[in-house]
């Protein structure tokens, strides 16, 4: 039996790597998460997971598609990495500080869904994304929350 499916949104800024460049691709590894709450939220996720994909410092910053958790989380090697801006003295092979997961593409939204655009939607009040000050890179998504916009995207909830 499957266990329960969480759902979770992750910002990119689309000039760096794009849900269309996760389309091409296919699939991609989700490194340089340097926030400590942000990667406790990535060893949370369990493979088939749904994910939000969300462009960030963008215009509009929005929620863009679609994908899912393909490989559960594994040391992020940027830590060990001397030339890598990502690389963390601290972190060694038997002590990895950071992780990281791969997500594999499922849909891209026929238009963003922007913040603006989800303040206006009943339900979504108190949605971790639109609470003010709100900055965290990886965030979990209620299912609820995935359900509603999945449907005002006009794509299947399913993952």
Known sequence: MAGKKNYWLMKSEPDVYSIDDLKKDKTSHWDGVRN???????????????VFFYHSNADPKAIVGTTRVCKEAYPDFTQFDKTSKYY????????????????????KFAEPWSLE?????PGLEAM???????????QEVTADEWKLICKLAKVSPKV
Do not use: C, H
């Open 36 to 50: 400590f709450k942000a990667r406790n939220n990535m060893r949370d996720m369990k493979l088939g997971d749904g």
């Open 88 to 107: 963390d003295r601290r972190a060694t092979q038997e002590k990895p500080y950071w992780f990281m997961v791969d997500i594999e593409f499922v849909a």
């Open 117 to 121: 655009m989800l303040r206006e939607i």
């Open 128 to 138: 971790a994304l639109l609470k003010r000050g709100q900055r965290l890179s990886v």
